[in-house]
């Protein structure tokens, strides 16, 4: 179970009423937002004590897979059933708002002193060079985007992306200001990612697994979790474990 000190920046994630979802809450996303909250790397960077060089490739990383984040989007509203047209407005709307988010991100990574127009223009495969935490992440979200059921596909990428990502950036863009020589007027991908209508989308995920996931679905239950889990785990967690390897 996640102590207060994990939940203090995860209070934005809703009360749900099924139990599988509270488990998925309580147990798997909130801890894993504290993990990172408290991650060593993650203290570094607060503190100022990372060096510049590894935030600008960690930044550089996550811009690479978030290139694909209007798409993701939009796959997931395409896929989402025809005649839920609150939920698909939803996602249309959502996707609307990322079309701008590679560009804020790598303009940050830009004006850190990396290349962000480089992975903003590609080719993907030969003009960037990942690594593997982050090619196996990108490619997992891709699977669950297009090729797994929809309902997975939200479970990934509208739960495990964003109920943790705002507990986690906008701390770090508030570092890079203090302690990086970022400029406010180019943080503001972090600003997003830390405020409210962010938070808003991991809830809105939430109550798309509430409504279409039923109790008896056992199977389906336990196929949501798994993709929940494994992508707030790659993203709170395995793209931070990356970074002390360097």
């Given at each position: 179970m996640s102590s207060a000190a994990e939940t203090l920046n995860t209070e934005y994630l809703i009360d749900v009423e099924a139990p599988w979802l509270n488990h998925l809450k309580n147990d798997i996303l909130e801890p894993v937002a504290g993990l990172a909250l408290h991650?060593?790397?993650?203290?570094?960077?607060?503190?100022?004590?990372?060096?510049?060089?590894?935030?600008?490739?960690?930044?550089?990383?996550?811009?690479?897979?978030?290139?694909?984040?209007?798409e993701y989007v939009?796959?997931?509203?395409?896929?989402?059933?025809?005649?839920?047209?609150?939920?698909?407005?939803?996602?249309?709307?959502?996707a609307f708002i990322e079309r701008d988010h590679p560009f804020l991100l790598a303009g940050a990574v830009t004006a850190l002193g990396g290349d962000g127009d480089a992975i903003l223009n590609g080719p993907d495969w030969s003009s960037y060079e990942f690594n593997e935490t982050i090619h196996s992440l990108r490619m997992?979200?891709?699977?669950?985007?297009?090729?797994?059921?929809?309902?997975e596909g939200m479970a990934a990428c509208a739960v495990g992306v964003e109920s943790v990502v705002p507990a986690i950036f906008g701390?770090?863009?508030?570092?890079?200001?203090?302690?990086?020589?970022?400029?406010?007027?180019?943080?503001?991908?972090?600003?997003?990612?830390?405020?409210?209508?962010e938070m808003e989308h991991g809830n809105e995920g939430l109550r798309v697994l509430e409504k279409y996931v039923a109790a008896d679905d056992l199977d389906t239950q336990a196929a949501c979790i798994a993709a929940a889990s494994l992508i707030a785990k790659g993203v709170g967690i395995g793209l931070f474990n990356e970074v002390a390897t360097w």
């Open positions: 991650h060593p790397v993650v203290a570094r960077i607060e503190a100022g004590e990372l060096p510049k060089e590894n935030l600008v490739r960690l930044l550089s990383d996550l811009c690479w897979v978030i290139t694909g984040f209007p939009s796959a997931l509203a395409s896929r989402c059933p025809k005649n839920d047209h609150q939920v698909k407005a939803a996602l249309l709307e959502n997992v979200i891709e699977a669950y985007v297009f090729h797994r059921p929809w309902i701390r770090i863009g508030k570092a890079c200001i203090n302690h990086y020589g970022l400029a406010p007027e180019d943080a503001e991908w972090f600003e997003i990612h830390g405020g409210e209508v």
